[in-house]
């Protein structure tokens, strides 16, 4: 496999992206400096970010019902979810963005629900951070969960480096893709058993 589309890359993808939607977009310790592999972990923060504020804007009345008071539930929900978002067969760049919103919508309500404070409906406390086997467990179900659905797509569609990072590239249709893509992710919290 190229580098760029392995498991070990989706995974490191999925624990940049996971650090990035609990700590939120602050300044980086360490910059992200040049090169590909940092142009897709800027953009997929900067488009799954934009989807999961949106989506966790939308249903923050529902999340708190979610059952992902441990990673095995919140894997159990994800899964579902993206199952579902997948099951027509259909690959895409904005679906895999959604997987990565969907990662950041269940760790956060995670860290939430595993909170002491009588208030859950405040986002986690800047800085507040899953356990690191959380958080592995966490990126590498989401990891496999992407190279066993889109692996193949991924490669045929110019990887991360390339095909992902064109299509994101900032455009002028950018924001009206993006707020489509978290009305899909919606419709499948919405429809959760």
């Not at 980086?28 to 949106?54: F, H, M, N």
């Not at 095995?72 to 904005?94: H, Q």
């Not at 629900?113 to 507040?128: K, S, V, Y």
Request: proline share 7%; glycine share 10%.
């Amino acid at each position: 496999m190229a580098h760029g589309e392995g498991l070990g890359y989706v995974q490191g993808l999925a624990r940049d992206y996971l650090r990035h939607a609990l700590r939120g977009p602050r300044p980086e310790a360490r910059p992200l400096g040049p090169g590909p592999a940092a142009r897709v972990r800027r953009l997929l923060r900067e488009t799954a970010g934009a989807v999961q504020r949106d989506a966790e804007r939308a249903l923050r009345p529902c999340l708190a019902g979610l059952p992902v008071a441990s990673a095995a539930a919140a894997r159990a929900v994800f899964l579902a979810v993206a199952s579902s978002e997948f099951e027509d067969g259909v690959v895409n760049w904005g679906r895999l963005v959604t997987v990565f919103a969907l990662e950041g919508i269940l760790a956060r309500e995670l860290l939430r629900q595993r909170g002491d404070r009588e208030d859950r409906d405040l986002d986690p406390e800047p800085g507040l951070d899953l356990d690191a086997d959380t958080a592995e467990e966490i990126s590498r179900f989401v990891a496999e969960f992407i190279t066993s659905q889109a692996g193949d797509w991924i490669r045929q569609n110019g990887g991360w480096e390339h095909g992902f990072v064109q299509k994101f590239e900032p455009r002028p249709g950018w924001p009206a893709f993006l707020g489509a893509t978290a009305k899909v992710l919606l419709c499948l919290l919405r429809h959760l058993p």
